[in-house]
């Protein structure tokens, strides 16, 4: 029997409580475990820990992560490259959690490790993107990949190819590139598309296009590769993966950004996965547009 590996933020004392609480249960159920490193400390229950780069399927049956979005992505960064173990997110309920497939609030949240050790459960595989400059990789982008200027008070100029081919010329604030997981965040916000899961693509958005620039969002298929050419002279810009790291560019570099070779897997309890998508819309995103609507009939 695989263990399961649990994994949370530190900042947070209702995270750790929460984690307890999982642990305890599933010990209960004599369920294996395995900490993540840098939370083994914090509980006293002599149990095995790894670091996340070790925790692979072949090893691991699931990561639990408790937190929110960002314990996601910081976990899935970390994971191994090859293999990487399905991850379960538990969301605390103070933020939107759309990765995440558990409330804090939720009463079947015992009923969800039940499932989980039972195997009970299906599996959503999703894409990342890999980011390339010069002869370095970048750690892969589950959300999005940003290329900003180094100083917020500039602009930053590109050249932007798709697949070889020149897609346009920009004066911009930024540029995202996003997965499909990540038309639901930082995409999302700067005017790119929610984009159903079962689509294969790959989103360049531009943050903030100075007023004469040609630049729109662009939607292309996940196998393209695109180049981003930073034109001006004299200003560096920034790449953030995820929000969770950034790494200096020097002007006139090129960045290329692929599909990653590794995907990650969340585990999911609900084998429609369509469903599941639009049910979160619903709940999470589109939340502030479904208040109860007063009778509002036009003028006759």
């Known amino acids: 029997m695989k263990p399961i590996g649990i994994a949370c933020r530190l900042d947070k004392e209702n995270a750790l409580d929460l984690a307890g609480k999982i642990i305890d249960y599933l010990m209960k159920k004599d369920a294996k475990l395995v900490l993540e490193n840098r939370i083994a400390q ?20 699931a990561i639990i992560s408790v937190g929110g979005d960002g314990t996601i992505l910081r976990v899935a960064q970390n994971l191994p490259r090859k293999n990487p173990a399905p991850i379960l997110g538990v969301n605390l309920g103070d933020s939107v959690g759309f990765l ?32 390339y400059h010069r002869q370095n990789r970048f750690p892969d982008a589950l959300n999005e990949i940003y290329i900003v200027s180094a100083k917020p008070s500039k602009v930053l100029r590109v050249n932007i190819k798709v697949d070889g081919e020149f897609y346009s010329m920009a004066h911009v604030d930024g540029l995202i590139i996003s997965t499909t997981v990540g038309s639901t965040a930082y995409s999302l916000s700067a005017g790119g598309a929610l984009v159903d899961p079962r689509l294969d693509l790959i989103q360049i958005v531009p ?5 004469r620039t040609t630049v729109r969002p662009i939607i292309v298929p996940n196998s393209s590769q695109i180049e981003v050419e930073l034109v001006r002279p004299k200003l560096n810009a920034l790449i953030v993966i995820d929000g969770q790291h950034d790494y200096r560019i020097y ?36 939340v502030g547009l479904n208040s ?9």
């Open 42 to 61: 914090r509980f006293q229950r002599f149990l095995p820990k790894k670091d996340l780069r070790q925790m692979n399927k072949s090893q691991i049956k």
């Open 251 to 286: 002007p006139k570099s090129k960045i290329l950004i692929q599909k990653s070779d590794s995907d990650i897997e969340f585990i999911r309890f609900n084998p429609n996965l369509q469903e599941n998508f639009y049910d979160k819309l619903q709940r999470k995103i589109l």
């Open 207 to 211: 943050v903030n296009p100075f007023a």
């Open 292 to 300: 109860s609507i007063i009778e509002d009939s036009p003028e006759e």
């Open 100 to 131: 995440d497939e558990c409330d804090l609030g939720s009463d079947k949240l015992y009923d969800t490790l039940d499932k989980l050790i039972n195997d009970e459960f299906s599996t959503e595989r999703v894409m990342r993107l890999a980011s």
